[in-house]
């Protein structure tokens, strides 16, 4: 379990605490939150036995024209800190 956290931890460092100034407690515990959502939820990982999230992988596109259209949506948390990437439909 020590080195779960110690990988948690040194990922969350890196990705937050080290771009981020910290006003207060009320901002560390706000920006945990969303980290910790960020972590469990959006950020692509693997989980026990190299397994991967429920959803299903795209399918490959072939197609050039379709590669064109592809639109594609970013969503800052925490002011830009953390970003994530969707598919537009």
Known sequence: ???IMERWIRN???DLLD???IWNQQHLLHALREYEHFYNTHRPHQGIANAR???PPPQPT???A???RLH???RQ???GILNEYHHAV
Do not use: V
């Open 77 to 79: 948390r925490l002011g």
């Open 53 to 55: 999230p429920p959803q």
């Open 12 to 14: 969350c460092r890196r």
């Open 62 to 64: 072939t197609d050039q």
């Open 66 to 68: 379709a590669i064109t």
């Open 19 to 21: 771009r981020t100034l």
């Open 72 to 74: 594609i949506r970013q």
């Open 1 to 3: 379990m020590n080195a």
